[in-house]
């Protein structure tokens, strides 16, 4: 027969197994939280054919999906997925907006994804402000490559949005993509990409 001491001792014991392996538990400093396309955007500045008279091309993709999920007590732990519609290239020139479709071959290949690997150098200048390095692959044209960026966020006093913005230049060529020609004279090789994501926390 156990000892009250015994007795009470495994009551603790149990009590907190129970505690430290419930989902609530577990998932209860996780944040969830899913991009709102309506309030987000993704721009995009190439160098355009006969740049000194044309200057930079620059227009903005559609945002199908998106995610953010971090620990607020190790935000290192964090991921971020993003899911671009390639046919949806908008700017001031229906004729451009063809022209980029046709050069990332939208038919075939429709979506342009980011996946991260990781975050690093992740900084926290207030309970609601911070800064880190998104890591992770870029699945552009068919071809998946590492492409790192900052970026900075925001959240309300509430947890119930995040806003990000950062920006990333990089040479699309490396996905195989040709830059597009206009009498002989060649586009810019290399895509700036800026964005402003805001998204609201799933809380099921």
Do not use: C
Request: charged fraction near 20%; hydrophobic fraction near 40%; proline fraction near 4%.
């Amino acid at each position: 027969m156990l000892h009250r001491i015994q007795v009470r001792r495994l009551l603790i014991l149990l009590i907190a197994t129970l505690a430290a392996t419930s989902p609530g538990a577990a998932l209860a400093m996780m944040y969830h939280y899913r991009m709102d396309p309506k309030a987000s955007a993704v721009s995009v500045s190439v160098k355009e054919p006969a740049s000194g008279f044309g200057g930079y091309a620059e227009g903005v993709f559609k945002i199908i999906d998106g995610e953010v999920a971090f620990d607020s007590d190790n935000p290192a732990n964090g991921t971020v997925s993003l899911i671009l519609d390639a046919s949806s290239y908008h700017s001031n020139k229906e004729e451009r907006d063809h022209a980029v479709s046709d050069t990332l071959d939208a038919d075939k290949y429709p979506t342009i994804r980011f996946e991260s690997t990781g975050l690093s150098n992740t900084t926290r200048s207030s309970d609601t402000d911070g800064s880190a390095t998104v890591n992770g692959d870029l699945t552009l044209h068919g071809r998946s490559l590492p492409l790192s960026f900052p970026v900075s966020v925001e959240i309300t006093s509430d947890a119930s949005k995040l806003v990000a913005e950062g920006e990333v230049t990089f040479k699309y060529t490396d996905w195989g993509i040709k830059p597009p020609t206009i009498f002989f004279f060649s586009a810019g090789d290399e895509a700036s990409i800026s964005f402003h994501i805001t998204a609201t926390r799933v809380t099921n």
